[in-house]
Structure formats: structure tokens, C-alpha cells
């Protein structure tokens, strides 16, 4: 039976892909920084672990506790629509270490059994605000074109051990908590230039009208790229995520 190691599953993405996973006869270890035993079905097939993936002796102790693993879903991220010119540095510095760091420290930990097995999958979820400029998430967006990157050339580096390296760049999803979650990095609200930009953003991350992506295209996505050697280095999760790769002739 094979298993899957998921980050940031206490909601959304992560929780319904950990969902999706169990119903499909894995064992799943979903990880959250906070564990909560009512946030996924009960199953003998789930181990529900503590993971903050911005703490090196978290992940280190996240190692020992699953033993080994066939796919490792890196979906843990936090966001914040905040003006360039007004990004705090702390802010941007928090971005960069959750969204970046942590996701590079992650695969770090668990690429060396991948490739010592020469099997493996490793899945990493970014966005597709890192297929064009957008207002208020420049910051947000360089922090997750840089997983793109390191991701792509990952793919290249594994290849020779067997070991697949995926992307899944899910759209703007409503249903899930980042609208909610963003507004604790908000700055400039208050701002007379930005104030009502800010406001259309935000209120834009809660409207469900139009393509958008739900947490279940992004499940789907990823199950692709855990179970499906043919996927393309970049798979779109959601109406919206097609839509923007279709424009851009597949390219991220």
C-alpha cells in the first residue's frame, strides 16, 4: 500500500487531497501545525502529525515519525495581498520562509529516500499568479515562482534516480481559508492610493462567480501527478488555472 505525506492539510487544498487519498486506499499522513483529529475522516489508513515546515527539528522530528514515504505533497503556504510598496520586510521575510524555504526544506528531507529507492514522487503546489503580474501579490508571487524554479530544475536533477517531480498551480479558489488567513498580513487598507485596490482584491479571494478553482480540482491535480508518470511538468488545478495556461501555451 502505498503512502502519501501531505503538508497544510488542516483546510482546503490539503485537506481535500489527504480526503481524496484515503478514498483511493492510501496511507495518508497529513501534517498541520496545530494537529486536529476531526479534520479528516477517521481511518487506520491516517496519521494526522504536527509539522511547521519553517522549523527545522519540526521537520526533522516529521522524518523519524513517518518512516518512509512514496509521494510527498508540498501544499502548506500562506499568502498576503500587501502593495510592493508597502510590503513590510517581516512580512515579505515570512513569506519567503514558509512558502519557499520551508517547501525547499521539506524536499531536502525526503528527496535522499526517494532517490536511494530510485522511486518516488514529489509534488509541489504554487499558484498561477506566477504566470502574470498581478495587483498586491508581487511579493506572494516571486515567493512561489521560486518554487517553480527550484522545482524545475529538481525535475531534471531526479530524473536519472527515477524519482518524478510535479507542479500543480491551482487559480483563485474562494473556498478556502487564504482570503481569510491573508487578512492577518494586510497592510495599506488604510492607505488613500490603495485602500480601495486592496479592498477589490480581497473581496475578489471570496467571490465565487466566474472560472475559479475548487479544492477538489486541486486534489485531482495532484493525484494526477502522484499516480500518472505522463503528466507535464505543470498541471493547472482549476477552470480559471486552465484557462491562464491556455493563454500562455503551457508555460510557467
Not at 522524518?63 to 520586510?89: F, H, K, S, Y
Request: aromatic share 6%; glycine share 8%; net charge negative.
Amino acid at each position: 500500500m502505498s503512502t502519501v505525506l501531505i503538508t497544510g492539510c488542516s483546510s482546503g487544498f490539503g485537506q481535500e487531497t489527504a480526503r481524496l487519498f484515503l478514498q483511493q486506499g492510501w496511507q495518508v499522513i497529513a501534517t498541520m501545525r496545530t494537529p486536529n483529529p476531526d479534520a479528516l475522516p477517521a481511518s487506520d489508513r491516517l496519521r494526522i502529525l504536527p509539522l511547521d515546515i519553517t522549523d527545522p527539528a519540526s521537520i526533522a522530528a516529521l522524518v523519524e515519525a513517518a518512516g518512509p514515504i512514496d509521494v510527498l505533497v508540498n501544499n502548506a503556504g500562506i499568502g498576503a495581498p500587501v502593495p510592493v510598496e508597502l510590503m513590510p520586510t517581516d512580512t515579505a521575510r515570512a513569506l519567503f520562509e514558509t512558502n519557499l524555504f520551508g517547501t525547499l526544506a521539506m524536499t531536502q528531507a525526503f528527496v535522499p529516500q526517494f532517490r536511494a529507492r530510485r522511486a518516488g514522487v514529489v509534488v509541489n503546489v504554487t499558484s498561477t499568479v506566477t504566470l502574470k503580474a498581478l495587483p498586491l501579490v508581487g511579493v506572494y508571487s516571486a515567493s512561489k515562482a521560486a518554487v517553480n524554479a527550484f522545482t524545475a530544475s529538481l525535475a531534471i536533477e531526479m530524473e536519472p534516480f527515477s524519482v518524478r517531480v510535479r507542479l500543480v498551480l491551482p487559480g483563485r479558489s474562494p473556498e478556502t481559508r487564504f482570503g481569510a488567513n491573508a487578512q492577518a498580513f494586510l497592510h495599506g487598507q488604510d492607505h488613500p492610493d490603495y485602500a480601495e485596490s486592496i479592498a477589490r482584491i480581497i473581496a475578489g479571494l471570496r467571490d465565487g462567480s466566474g472560472p475559479v478553482t475548487h479544492a477538489g480540482d486541486v486534489a485531482q491535480a495532484v493525484w494526477r501527478a502522484a499516480t500518472d508518470a505522463n503528466t507535464p511538468l505543470r498541471i493547472p488545478a482549476g477552470a480559471d488555472a486552465e484557462a491562464w495556461m491556455a493563454e500562455l501555451g503551457g508555460r510557467a
